[in-house]
């Protein structure tokens, strides 16, 4: 059952993507692309489990070095998307710059 | 149990913040917001895990993270705009390599089903991929190796080879599943060549393609790690940024004319000889330039990777500034494919305080190009080529272009006579209403800029 149920969510979350994605214009593109990069560093979640579980194996330094590498997919991401996304504006605030 | 339950809640509301912030992004006013939604949606699904009884220790935890979040926050803050594809495709890399890790890590877990098996062996295929297609993609866009595609006779065989021993190996695996089974490092191996095997026919003018190809697998990777531990937030997210990378593939190869089997296994074909264009020239100079510019109403600029190159952004702006002053209309007319990555040249625009209103997409600019007095073309090549209209023999034949040469005036500005990125001649530069205004762009515009001054 846990197999069809997680199905479920996948195939539902596909469509939600194509529909949410569909309607970005072009001039956000770049944007969409790291704030979505970011988002799939979602993996973070799954890597503090194993980073947590302190029994020493080798399951333990996997999971500290996804840990790492999630996390500058994710504070990267953000803060990247964000640097861009201010520098959006619209005509003109007082002509000069 | 309980503490099990609230996870999954926020987990709920970290997916709607998720599904709010993509939304927001569909527009440049609310799009700031979006992102900070999205984060917010990220931080309490990290913050609410910590609380799974599962984990108990946090220090190799805490050293992930501060780590991670000091690399991060540093590339983020220090990388110059018109580094940004390869920033994306190394933070895509990552993101492969951290769920390949996690796939890898599950293993270690008790009783795992075969379908777990079958989805620890996805997740470690799919991000193994990502990180070493993402690392060679990162080194052809930075040049630190030649960027051109690499296409080789027996390419279709060996990956065909590798495809089968994947799949051989994955079997095997999970026949007899151990975390020490030598079939497991053979897939983590072979995954790790396919990622350089499916990056390497693609080069140059493709390699936007290849950044949302790849964004979307690190999607998918993540979504596969959230089978192997069944995580429902992994797979949400991990699958609309699946879906979010295709549609963004889609887009790419649709502007440039191509399927995307093309792009991934033929690199780009010079297969057809293309008809020779020979003409003459007209350079122009500056002044001449000036004076034309100067009796224009309406100029379009349209910008390609070159504009990137040159760092010419920011004397563009100036430039458009005073024409507008001099009561021009000034537009920007980007190609979706200009660039490096989708959407590049509206970044650096944007970095240039070009506002966003002014920038138009192709099709809003191609109806009305004739009404166009200079279409001012900056270091772009193939996408303002008439021979992807006229010209069946010619390699790009087909795809949609900027119809600069229906403009009244074009001036393109170049380097030399070289040809563009993917080697194609370009008949525009000998059209009747072309004037070319050789040398670096940034200095050609600053030229006249400095001759709107005087």
């Known amino acids: 059952m846990e197999i069809i149920f997680l199905t479920f969510v996948f195939v539902l979350s596909i469509f939600l993507g194509f529909e949410l994605i569909n309607k970005v214009p072009s001039t956000l593109h770049t944007p969409l692309m790291s704030g979505s990069n970011a988002i799939s560093g979602i993996t973070l979640v799954g890597a503090l489990a194993s980073a947590g579980s302190a029994n020493q194996s080798l399951a333990t330094i996997l999971g500290t070095l996804a840990v790492a590498f999630a996390t500058i997919n994710v504070v990267g991401g953000y803060l990247v998307t964000d640097r861009m996304l201010a520098m959006f504006k619209k005509k003109k605030q007082g002509g000069e710059s | ?454």
């Open chain 2, 1 to 454: 149990m309980s503490t099990e339950i609230i996870i999954n809640l926020v987990y709920v509301a970290s997916a709607v913040l998720f599904i709010f912030g993509l939304k927001l992004l569909g527009s440049p006013d609310t799009a700031r917001r979006g992102n900070l939604i999205s984060a917010a949606g990220m931080f309490i699904a990290v913050v609410v895990t910590l609380l799974d009884q599962k984990i108990i220790a946090y220090e190799y935890i805490a050293l992930g993270i501060v780590l991670g979040a000091l690399v991060g926050a540093v590339a983020a803050r220090k990388v110059a705009m018109t580094g940004m594809p390869e920033l994306v495709a190394l933070f895509n890399g990552f993101g492969g390599l951290a769920s390949l890790m996690v796939g890898w890590a599950a293993l270690y877990n008790a009783g795992n089903t075969t379908f777990t098996d079958i989805t620890i062996l996805l997740s470690i295929l799919i991000g193994g991929m990502t990180f070493s297609g993402s690392i060679l993609a990162w080194g052809k866009l930075s040049e630190v190796i030649n960027s051109a595609a690499v296409v080789f006779g027996a390419q279709r065989f060996v990956n065909a080879l590798i495809l089968i021993a994947i799949v051989v190996c994955s079997v095997m695996f999970c026949l007899e599943p151990a975390v020490d089974s030598p079939y497991l490092y053979a897939v983590i191996a072979l995954a790790l060549i396919f990622g350089v095997m499916a990056v390497l026919p693609i080069g140059g003018a493709d390699m936007p393609v290849v950044i949302s190809l790849l964004n979307s697998y690190s999607g998918l990777a993540a979504c596969a790690a959230g089978f192997a531990i069944n995580n429902n937030i992994l797979i949400v997210a991990g699958s609309m940024v699946g879906a979010a990378g295709i549609i963004l593939t889609n887009i790419m190869c649709k502007a440039m004319n191509r399927s995307l089997g093309h792009v991934l296994f033929s690199g780009f074909g010079a297969v057809k000889e293309a008809t020779k264009v020979e003409g003459e020239v007209k350079p122009i100079n500056s002044e001449d330039a000036f004076l034309i510019l100067e009796a224009a109403q309406s100029v379009s600029f349209v910008p390609g990777y070159g504009m990137a190159v040159a760092q010419a952004q920011h004397v563009v702006r100036e430039l458009g500034e005073l024409l507008e002053k001099n009561g021009a209309e000034v537009t920007y007319a980007i190609h979706p494919v200009a660039g490096r990555m989708p959407g590049h040249m509206n970044v650096l625009l944007a970095e240039a305080n070009v506002p966003y209103d002014q920038l138009v997409e192709m099709e809003d600019i191609n109806p009305r190009i004739d009404k166009v007095d200079v279409a001012v073309v900056i270091g772009a090549n193939d996408v303002v080529n008439p021979a992807a209209r006229n010209d069946e023999n010619s390699p790009i034949y087909g795809m949609p272009i900027i119809n600069v040469d229906q403009a009244q005036t074009v001036f393109v500005l170049k380097r030399s006579m070289a040809s563009g990125f993917s080697g194609v001649d370009n008949p525009l530069f000998f059209g009747d209403n072309t004037r070319m205004l050789f040398g670096d762009a940034k200095q050609s515009i600053a030229a006249v800029v400095a001759e709107f001054k005087t």
